[in-house]
């Protein structure tokens, strides 16, 4: 990265959304964000470890005080799950509180300032490194084809692949609108994941883009670092309010699409 009296506004802002890259194969054929992936990962971890930690040394007396933020947590999404879903299969609510804590992790990235993370890693000769994973299309994408896989497996699951068929062939409109019938269940299957996918990572990259701006907008005077200060923290407080939302919208969504996926139609 080159010093800060070389960047204008907007090439500060266009570096800070930089991903580091690889590329695979002629032409960069397959290219892999890795930021993106090992943020992500780090997050799941993170996820497994806090949630293995309040389970280590649980008790079905008196909890202690993570065990019983866990259980908290945990019940919470349980009944929205279940209010939500009204099938029987067992796997929801695993899926509800995997997406809900690993995008609530994946966006809490956001309350770090980009630079806390950019200047120790230029150190170490990592010049772009995007620090929000949700904040990248291709996860937010990622997360919302793997819910489109459940739903076709919770479709097949509760009405077999005949019965899936003859739904897609002759809902809505019945069994002489075939050729619509097709269109339309087809553009609405290919648009859930894609709403889904597109919902998250507009709130969470338009939410990196103020950040930024209000940070370039600031200047270098003391005057400009200080409203710049305080107009981030006034962001920052919002986006408290933001972060758990998108994900709990997220897991909301993704409950419903696996609830109308078994319902007859």
């Given amino acids: 990265m080159a010093a800060d009296a070389e960047l204008t506004p907007t090439s500060y802002i266009q570096h800070h959304l930089q991903n580091l890259t690889v590329s695979f194969g002629e032409g960069g054929f397959w290219t892999l964000h890795v ?7 780090f997050m799941g971890g993170l996820m497994v470890l806090l949630f293995w930690l309040a389970t280590r040394k649980a008790t079905a007396g008196v ?11 945990l019940e919470f999404v349980d009944k929205q799950a279940r209010d939500t879903y009204h099938g029987s299969s067992k796997l929801v ?3 509800a509180i995997t997406l809900f804590f690993w995008i609530l992790l994946m966006n809490l990235m956001k ?3 980009a630079d806390f993370i950019a200047r120790p890693l230029e150190l170490l000769g990592v010049h772009y490194w995007k620090p929000v994973p949700t904040a990248d299309v291709n996860a937010t994408l ?4 793997s819910v489109f896989f459940l739903t076709v497996f919770f479709a097949l699951r509760a009405k077999g692949l ?6 897609f062939l002759f809902a809505p409109f019945g069994k002489w609108m075939v050729p619509f019938n097709l269109i339309l269940n087809i553009v609405e299957w290919l648009s859930k994941p894609i709403s889904l996918a597109m919902r998250l990572f507009g709130n969470m990259f338009g939410g990196e883009i103020v950040f930024l701006l209000i940070w ?4 270098a005077s003391l005057l400009g670092v200080l409203g710049g200060g305080v107009l981030g923290l006034g962001w920052m407080l919002f986006h408290l309010l933001v972060i758990p939302l998108q994900a709990f919208i997220f897991m909301m969504l993704s409950i419903v699409y696996l609830s ?3 319902d007859d139609h």
């Fill in 111 to 113: 309350m770090i300032p």
């Fill in 260 to 262: 109308l996926a078994e």
């Fill in 93 to 95: 609510t695993p899926i």
């Fill in 35 to 41: 930021d993106t992936l090992i943020t992500a990962l």
């Fill in 142 to 145: 990622g997360l919302s084809i």
């Fill in 162 to 167: 005949g019965g899936m068929s003859k739904e």
């Fill in 63 to 73: 909890p202690g005080k993570w065990q019983a933020f866990v259980e908290i947590c």
């Fill in 216 to 219: 370039v907008l600031g200047g």
